[in-house]
């Protein structure tokens, strides 16, 4: 199983090669974060030991139970890449150091709410939904410039990026446009030069179109499946409209 992991992120890391040269990329561009939800520790812990450290989970609870190996590999990082409903808040912000998932005003001020008291800021990311698929969370595009300015009033957040998830199943062509849309996306906010808001990260790919995602400009991919083996319970479970909260 040990083994199995590390031939997996070879491979990965093989790939990722690849698609830094045929798009002229430096490698040291983008980075490889580890989807892990649902992973056990052992496997955690394997691609630890090949050197991994960065990481990212979906589910508050899962963060805390993968606490005591974070604090084991002081050097890994933690981002959190699922969707975040604003009573969750304060359990996450202690665990992480960038939350890829914000996509909503009001989730914006619960976390400003919560880091004023804590005294803290946060780096988050924009996830935008680039597929328009209900079944994903995300802004729309048409309103992520406003998002951005209306995010930007909260000195506790350091805006870094974007984020989104690739139309699924989709065929490479599909795949690509979200993904373009997104660097659109990033460009016009770049021109709205907003106070306090920086926009260098693209976090974008995952198992099945991280080479397309690099070569439109991700500088995060985020691996699960390629790296772990197959989840056993359905992604829609972290994604579905049903599992939005009340907020
Ligand atoms: C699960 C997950 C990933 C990784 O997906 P794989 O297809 O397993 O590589 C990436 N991003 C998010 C937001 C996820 O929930």
Request: proline letters at 2%.
């Amino acid at each position: 199983m040990e083994q199995l992991v590390e031939e997996n992120l070879q491979t990965v890391r093989r790939e990722m090669e690849l698609a830094c040269r045929d798009s002229g990329r430096r490698i040291e561009d983008v980075k490889l974060l580890l989807a892990t939800k649902t992973v056990p520790l052992e496997k955690l812990h394997s691609a630890m030991q090949a050197g991994e450290t960065l990481f990212g989970e979906n589910k508050a609870q899962e963060l805390r139970y993968k606490f005591p190996l974070m604090q084991q590999h002081k050097q890994a990082e933690w981002h959190f890449i699922g969707h975040l409903q604003t009573n969750k808040v304060k359990d996450v912000v202690k665990y992480v150091t960038l939350i890829h998932s914000v996509d909503r005003l009001k989730l914006g001020q619960a976390l400003h709410h919560h880091l004023m008291k804590e005294n803290k800021t946060m780096d988050i990311l924009l996830q935008i939904n680039t597929s328009y698929e209900e079944s994903k969370f995300g802004a729309s595009p048409e309103t992520a410039i406003e998002l951005a300015e209306q995010l930007s009033q909260f000195d506790t957040l350091n805006m870094k990026g974007l984020m989104t998830i690739g139309k699924l199943n989709a065929t490479n062509e599909e795949t690509r446009h979200c993904f373009r849309l997104l660097k659109d996306i990033q460009a016009q906010i770049k021109k709205k030069n907003i106070p306090h808001v920086e926009m260098d990260v693209l976090s974008m790919g995952m198992s099945g179109d991280f080479k397309v995602a690099i070569e439109e400009g991700a500088t995060i991919i985020r691996v699960g499946t390629s790296v772990f083996g197959q989840r056993y319970l359905p992604d829609s479970y972290y994604w579905n409209e049903n599992m939005r909260g009340n907020d």
